[in-house]
């Protein structure tokens, strides 16, 4: 599995047996590297050896776009419940930090992403991951194959179809499962609200939130004066 | 495992074997009852069984304070990433429901409760959510047990002693460890802060969250009239 | 003109020489009353005469539907920059506290209510708020009255044309004028954008506004745990 | 009185008779220039005389620090009702955004500035914002002055001694008249609050404001991605 080699400010993802060269030197990653070890370059700087945590998805995984953020994937985690055993199926991979935290988090995932080239990097960032065995990325859309796909604990779309597939949810759904669509905008977030109520969806909610960073200062505390901006709206709707 | 059993707006989270008057009559859970299966009361009233999900825990466990609500429950897993095999220590376990989700995202926690009731209230939880296994439930002062408990990947703070806690954090965690505050008050979290800064810990970051329900009506779209109030800050910080 | 009577928790705002029953007896308001005046009732029940301030506007007006929040009423000021020697052009008066408030800040105000009850009762509110010779409350709709008005510093609107008057507003508006549109709603809010837009006004910008209370308690301080909830959107836009 | 001249993008405040050298050329400003005129540069380049509104100020001014923004000022006017014919006291002038706004809405203002030079163009920016003879800005501490200055409608505090003169505000204001403070940080406004409580003044609440742009795109509404931080809190207390 690959670690992340940290020295001081600097850390790179990389994988036993790969070779890398730095500003600080050409770093051999040994075949048999474990959590823990200090590996060194050729001019003698040391790397320590890291395991991945879930925050380190968001800036080690290769991007084929802007990756959804922790605070977003945290939110998506506490409001579905996903957790170790469950299915999830999940379309608009992208980036994939979504999949692969769903997977981190125990689940099974089948995640569809319609660009053949962005679900090859995915591909490889589940193996960076860590969890490219419970991880399946496929190449294609996933309204196409709806009827094949059985039953899942949750389902969370970030794709411009979302609305179609919600519709669709109550027959991929086990009783109480929940369905997620992560949406930028007003209009698409109503689409899929509206998806969900014509499904008969229950539960629906859309959540918008806004977070700030707090400064503690010696001068005192007060929120940061840069704010956070929007990421997008998340609607939860569950089947019962 | 305990189940919930649904009709129509009742949910009663249930074991097997486990008899309950409800005015709708008489409800008898078989021993051998699973999710999908119907039972009946001894007035014909069907109730359907189903499985417990992460967010069910909010409404279902027994409270002996203010349960964290999903969604910061779902930050905590967002911004430390706890997944499968992970080691979680936890303090301050109140109703549980945190030391249950972190167990139904594949963690092994270990959580400290100070007052034997709550604990006991809480172990009783951890059946309920299903993760007894997983969760160990210590009546005790966590403060006074830390030189004896190891490392972990995470440690979650939600006690009026975090400061002292984190201070010791870099003994408690594995490298690229996050811990976890959870504080009401301005006060406590600069106290927290301070800590972690003192402790040489990484990343320190205070989050305030603020979520609005938005609402799509016929008139028209607009975040919910009645806001959601404040909870509590998060902070977060890491040893590297 | 009217000033507020006040005995510890109660305030009534009366007309010199009126009578009001209380339960505290009868206080009959003198012709020649002053702010700072003590009129007893004939139980003997002491109310002190203090002149009305415009928060005041928010409590004391007769209300024919939801009153401007004080807040929404200082953003429209502080981003319009309403003050004295203005001329304002309002629509939708309603309970007439933003007209009242645009009269308090010096502005000469011309508001036009479609209901002809709701204009009598902010015609009264008016003289309550004292300032009957700034604000004339027209009965009628503004839209058809739009050539005859002359140019304004600023012009609010609070109706469900609004998109129709800020596309007129050009002709509406002095060189570095501004117009105001509240509305609650996205789409709304969006119409309005989108006619300023074509209008070739500039500066076009919508603002949300999430205010909350901080608590200064024993155990700390905090935000509010009961939020404010949303009231409307504000959209500014200027005709230079 | 300064008058703004515009050509597209460019701004400049200029007086009557002043002559400035820009890029389009020298312009010279005729002694009896006149809102709507137009005048040349030296090069034939066209400026439009406007008058100055209130938000200008913002721009305008010259800047001894950072100036409050134009939604904290129409909070201070919401909250407060500052209106036509109030005495208000302001403390800590600065670039005199505040007290310039005060003076455009009707009242009369002393406001003071400990520092010579700042009090120096702060007098200046009066005379840009044309309120030279509704704003007194004298030179020195506040607090030194107190027993001198009478009673006023409202109280502006945005200096670091706040709770010293809040604790004396009961002497300072009329009956039902406010005072307002604002502050970056939670310590001080805490520090003001309990001023507050101990003087025994009615109403006390801070306020937190957290302002986002909406954006209406082709592709949809949302809020900006790109968050406004936070400026100050705002606490409000009244003499009752």
Redesign the interface.
């Known amino acids: 599995m690959a670690l992340?080699f940290?020295h001081e400010d600097r850390e790179y993802l990389l994988d036993p047996g790969e070779t890398l060269e730095t500003d600080l030197g050409v770093l051999e990653v040994p075949e048999d590297v474990a959590?823990?070890d200090t590996v060194e370059t050729h001019l003698g700087e040391q790397f320590?050896a890291?395991?991945l945590?879930?925050?380190?998805?968001f800036h080690h995984l290769e991007r084929t776009g802007a990756p959804m953020l922790?605070?977003?994937?945290?939110?998506?985690?506490?409001?579905?419940?996903?957790?170790?055993g469950d299915r999830v199926l999940d379309a608009g991979t992208g980036t994939g930090v979504l999949a692969a935290?769903l997977g981190?988090?125990?689940a099974e995932v089948v995640t569809y992403e319609r660009d053949p080239d962005f679900a090859e990097v995915a591909r490889e960032n589940m193996e960076l991951a860590g969890v490219a065995d419970r991880v399946d990325v496929r190449t294609g859309d996933v309204a196409a194959h709806l009827p094949d796909l059985g039953r899942f604990?949750t389902v969370t779309l970030d794709t411009a179809d979302a609305p179609a597939v919600v519709e669709r949810s109550p027959s991929l759904l086990?009783?109480?499962?929940?369905v997620a669509v992560y949406s930028?905008?007003?209009?698409?977030?109503?689409e899929a609200?509206?998806a969900a109520r014509r499904a008969g969806l229950a539960e629906v909610?859309?959540?918008?939130?806004?977070?700030?960073?707090?400064e503690?200062e010696e001068?005192?505390?007060?929120?940061?004066?840069?704010?956070?901006?929007?990421?997008g709206?998340l609607t939860f709707a569950r089947h019962?």
């Open positions: 992340l940290v959590a823990g320590r890291r395991e945590r879930g925050p380190d998805l922790p605070r977003d994937i945290g939110l998506v985690l506490g409001h579905t419940g996903v957790g170790a935290s981190r988090a125990g604990e086990v009783d109480g499962g929940f930028p905008f007003v209009e698409a977030t109503r609200v509206e909610e859309t959540l918008e939130t806004i977070q700030r960073e707090m503690f001068r005192g505390t007060r929120p940061s004066t840069t704010g956070v901006g929007h990421t709206y019962v």
